[in-house]
């Protein structure tokens, strides 16, 4: 068998004298029975970069560039605002019960201060320190002597006060409060005006724990 190589073209020769020429692929031909016509050239090209983009995950689609990106984005932007909308939705509640229970806190500490101070008044009048007035058993005749103040047995006309303000009540924002005497029934939500024995909410709200304000 014998090659030539002066024309860039290769020959075989086999028995009988028989000759055979074949294009060489160092000039960049291609033989003619490997040639395929441009339409099934591009219908090929097609199908292999669909195999392409299948094999890489990912989904061909004939969209402008940067449209997928874009629509994204929205989602990105809608799921966002459902989340913060579901986040706040649930702060609401938790916010409105904080200030709730700092308001019950504040209406406890009030409570305090005034039993507090018609006890202290209870105290210097079982003491002798001061006049005890009739039908007063010693309590304080309204809430107004606690912060005027009374003057002690044996003192000048300087007055002793039990209490620099009236605080006010968180639940109504006023300095006013309901009062029952010691000849009152412990329930009673009118005062008899004998005396002051204790005091309450006039809030008819109910607290955090189901009970009213005024039964505090």
Same mark, same amino acid.
């Given at each position: 068998?014998? /090659? ?25 031909? +291609? ?21 392409? /983009? ?5 989904? /061909? ?20 605002? %459902?989340?913060?909308?579901?986040? %706040?939705?649930?702060? +609401? ?41 009739? #039908? ?11 912060? #005027? @103040?009374?003057?002690?047995? @044996? %003192? ?38 004998? #005396? ?10 109910? %607290?955090?724990? @189901? ?6």
């Amino acid at each position: 068998m014998k /090659f030539g190589s002066k024309s860039g073209r290769a020959g075989a020769a086999f028995p009988g004298g028989v000759r055979v020429k074949a294009r060489s692929t160092c000039d960049g031909g +291609i033989p003619p029975a490997l040639q395929v016509p441009e339409k099934q050239a591009g219908s090929l090209h097609l199908k292999l970069r669909r195999r392409d /983009f299948r094999r890489k995950g990912r989904v /061909f689609t004939h969209t402008p560039p940067g449209y997928a990106q874009q629509a994204f984005t929205l989602v990105e932007m809608i799921a966002t605002m %459902a989340i913060m909308m579901i986040l %706040a939705g649930a702060a +609401i509640p938790i916010a409105r019960v904080h200030a709730q229970r700092t308001r019950e806190i504040e209406l406890h500490r009030a409570l305090r201060e005034v039993r507090d101070a018609i006890d202290r008044f209870k105290d210097f009048s079982d003491r002798g320190m001061i006049p005890v007035e009739a #039908n007063t058993y010693g309590y304080p005749p309204d809430l107004d002597t606690l912060v #005027n @103040g009374v003057v002690l047995k @044996g %003192a000048s006309s300087a007055k002793y006060k039990f209490l620099r303000r009236l605080p006010v009540d968180p639940m109504t924002g006023k300095a006013t409060w309901g009062e029952r005497s010691m000849q009152d029934d412990p329930e009673a939500k009118s005062w008899g005006g004998e #005396n002051v024995f204790d005091v309450y909410s006039l809030s008819p709200g109910t %607290a955090l724990d @189901g009970t009213q304000y005024s039964d505090w």
